[in-house]
Nanobody, 118 residues
Framework: QVHLVESGGGLVQPGGSLRLSCAAS????????MNWYRQAPGKERELVAR????????IYLDSVKGRFTIARDNAKNMVYLEMNSLKPEDTAAYYC???????????WGQGTQVTVSS
């Protein structure tokens, strides 16, 4: 059974940083593209960042480019999202997703809440 478990969310002031982690189990982690999505109240879920299988290819939402960095450790079955210079508009539930290539994720985590507020 596949499990994706996110951690690292919380309350942070504008301009602050957080590091989200996603631990994967029950799948051949290295063959999946790993994704971070977010969903704010009343809004659709959106792709924040994607990292492909080898880790050499990444995609970012325009509004987070230069502030967020996605990384993966295939030996540990982990994917990370380093978030810097956080803004109130980054407030959302963040979800980890495992996908085949550029398809929508096949597996999802339960989400972790990020709140950016003073």
């Amino acid at each position: 059974q596949v499990h994706l478990v996110e951690s690292g969310g919380g309350l942070v002031q504008p301009g602050g940083s957080l590091r989200l982690s996603c631990a994967a189990s029950g799948l051949t982690f290295s063959i999946y593209a790993m994704n971070w999505y977010r969903q704010a109240p009343g809004k659709e879920r959106e792709l924040v960042a994607r990292i492909f299988t080898s880790g050499s290819g990444t995609i970012y939402l325009d509004s987070v480019k230069g502030r967020f960095t996605i990384a993966r450790d295939n030996a540990k079955n982990m994917v990370y999202l380093e978030m810097n210079s956080l803004k109130p508009e980054d407030t959302a539930a963040y979800y980890c997703g495992a996908a085949v290539g550029s398809r929508s994720p096949q597996y999802w985590g339960q989400g972790t809440q990020v709140t950016v507020s003073s």
